[in-house]
T-cell receptor
C-alpha cells in the first residue's frame, strides 16, 4: 500500500505570495492532519480534516486554511506569506474509523517551504 | 497548563550502548502517549504508543517505553543502540479532540561508532 505523499517536496516563495500544498493520504484513510515544523516552535498542529469537514484546528492565523476533497486528498493554503512561515509542513493520515488517538497516524515526508 | 517536556535536546551514545530518552508530561488526566522518530529528510514514524494497561510498551526497532504515573513520565529505552538509530525523537501526548497530537521539543540522538 502506498504511503502518504506530499507535493511539492520543496518550494520557494517570496513574502506576500500565497502557496498551496497537497497531501494524498493512504488509500482508504479519511482523516488528514497538517503540522508545521520549525526549529523555533517545533511541531505544531494546524488542522485536521475528516470526510471533507474540518474537525479540529490549532492556533494559527486565518492565513492558514485547508480543505479536503471527496477522495480524501487534502490541500492547505497559506496566503500573504511571511518569513516566519518558512517551515517543513507535514501531513498525516489515519483511517478515521476509530476515535481519536487509538488510530495510528502515518506521516508523509513533508513539504519544505522557504519564504524569501 | 498542559505541557510535554523532553529535557534533553541532544544526546550522544556509542553504538551498542543502552539508551534512555526522557519525556515528562503535565496533564490533568493520563493522556495517550506516543513516541515518534524522524530521520533526516523524512517524515515521522510511530515507534510505540501507550493507551492503558501494561505500563511497559514494546515498539518497533527494539524500542520500549515505560509509563510511570507517579512521575508523569514516559521514557523511551533501547538496550543496544545501532548507528541507524541516529535521528530525532519526539514524545507526543494526545489529549483529545480529533487526531490532534502535541509534540515535545524533540531529542536529537547522535550515535558514535
Amino acid at each position: 500500500k502506498a504511503g502518504v505523499t506530499q507535493t511539492p517536496r520543496y518550494l520557494i516563495k517570496t513574502r506576500g505570495q500565497q502557496v498551496t500544498l497537497s497531501c494524498s493520504p493512504i488509500s482508504g484513510h479519511r482523516s488528514v492532519s497538517w503540522y508545521q515544523q520549525t526549529p523555533g516552535q517545533g511541531l505544531q498542529f494546524l488542522f485536521e480534516y475528516f470526510s471533507e469537514t474540518q474537525r479540529n484546528k490549532g492556533n494559527f492565523p486565518g492565513r492558514f486554511s485547508g480543505r479536503q476533497f471527496s477522495n480524501s486528498r487534502s490541500e492547505m493554503n497559506v496566503s500573504t506569506l511571511e518569513l516566519g512561515d518558512s517551515a517543513l509542513y507535514l501531513c498525516a493520515s489515519s483511517s478515521g474509523i476509530l476515535a481519536g488517538a487509538q488510530e495510528t497516524q502515518y506521516f508523509g515526508p513533508g513539504t519544505r517551504l522557504l519564504v524569501l | 497548563a498542559q505541557s510535554v517536556t523532553q529535557p534533553d535536546i541532544h544526546i550522544t551514545v556509542s553504538e551498542g550502548a543502552s539508551l534512555e530518552l526522557r519525556c515528562n508530561y503535565s496533564y490533568g488526566a493520563t493522556p495517550y502517549l506516543f513516541w515518534y522518530v524522524q530521520s533526516p529528510g523524512q517524515g515521522l514514524q510511530l515507534l510505540l504508543k501507550y493507551f492503558s494497561g501494561d505500563t511497559l510498551v514494546q515498539g518497533i526497532k527494539g524500542f520500549e517505553a515505560e509509563f510511570k504515573r507517579s512521575q508523569s513520565s514516559f521514557n523511551l529505552r533501547k538496550p543496544s543502540v545501532h548507528w541507524s538509530d541516529a535521528a530525532e525523537y519526539f514524545c507526543a501526548p494526545f489529549t483529545g479532540g480529533g487526531n490532534k497530537l502535541t509534540f515535545g521539543t524533540g531529542t536529537q540522538l547522535k550515535v558514535e561508532l
